[in-house]
């Protein structure tokens, strides 16, 4: 299901959809309206340009991914490892991976998982309208379970470390429980 309404990178049928704030500052990217599947060697290029920041937040997506029950995900076994994912599949059509600087928009997708990197953008987003019931499980992650929508740290290695990485994995796993 193709959802003009969501601007950002990514597979129009992405199950997993990851939320930021911010887009990367390159001038190709400034006047975005939807959803643009890259291409192989864009997220390199994404890297070069933006530096250690949008490294981290790949980084993190593709360890998260690679975290996931491989019994809900099939991800593991489109490349060897995450770093290879990464390079060759993140974010591209076909990945079933998005990320996104728009609200969420919560159709009834069975298998979508909506996560929201940062507690304060998701306050943010709850302020621009965003219709979800919240469950604080602590300080920095949230779920609503209904909805498939998690809350965690923003993707970056000092905040959603790998012990909280896993824990999200977790999280994510329980949706279908």
């Known amino acids: 299901m193709n959802n003009t309404s969501d601007i950002g990178f990514g597979d129009t049928a992405a199950g997993i959809r990851v939320y930021i704030a911010r887009r990367p500052p390159m001038a190709e990217y400034a006047e975005l ?37 491989t019994k809900q995900f099939a991800f593991t076994r489109q490349a060897a490892s995450w ?7 993140l974010l591209q059509a076909g990945s079933d ?8 928009q919560l159709l009834p997708r069975v298998n979508t998982v909506h996560i929201i990197a940062g507690r304060t953008y998701a ?48 999280l994510i796993r329980t949706l279908d429980e």
């Open 33 to 69: 309206t939807q959803l643009k599947q890259l291409q192989s060697g864009e997220v390199t290029l994404i890297n070069s340009a933006c530096g250690n920041g949008w490294r981290k937040v790949f980084n993190v997506y593709a360890k998260l991914l690679f975290a996931l029950d």
């Open 123 to 170: 306050k943010a987003l709850l302020d621009a309208g965003l219709t979800v019931q919240l469950s604080w499980l602590n300080n920095e992650f949230a779920i609503d379970k209904f909805n498939r929508v998690l809350v965690c740290p923003y993707f970056d290695y000092r905040q959603l470390n790998n012990e909280k990485l896993v824990y999200l994995a977790q």
């Open 97 to 104: 991976t998005a990320l996104l600087f728009s609200i969420p």
């Open 83 to 89: 770093q290879q994912y990464r390079d060759r599949r």
